[in-house]
């Protein structure tokens, strides 16, 4: 679930091409009531295709999750169908 949005700025090159800079905050609440893990998301999006990478920093969470953290980054692609999307995240969590 994202929690939080804020529009960090933008960036257009000489080609034409805009990327959007998105920070997101989401809270990911496990179906076993066992937590929920709180993830900060620096997002850079291309306006043109849609495409998204981002790094993402873990924050903690409850229960659980209480003293997670961990960092890496991550991509994001637009589903087949067009209505909704695909995030791959890699890194790291401790805790």
Known sequence: VDTGIS?????????????V????????????????????????????TGLETFTWVAQGGTDDYANLR????????RDDDGNGNTNTYTGFLLG
């Open 70 to 77: 961990g960092s890496g980054s991550g991509s994001t692609v």
């Open 21 to 48: 800079q998105l920070q997101v905050r989401k809270a990911f609440t496990c179906a076993d009531g066992s937590g929920t893990l709180f993830v900060k998301l620096q997002i850079q999006a291309d306006v043109a």
């Open 7 to 19: 529009f960090a700025g933008y960036q257009s090159d000489r080609a034409g091409r805009t990327v």
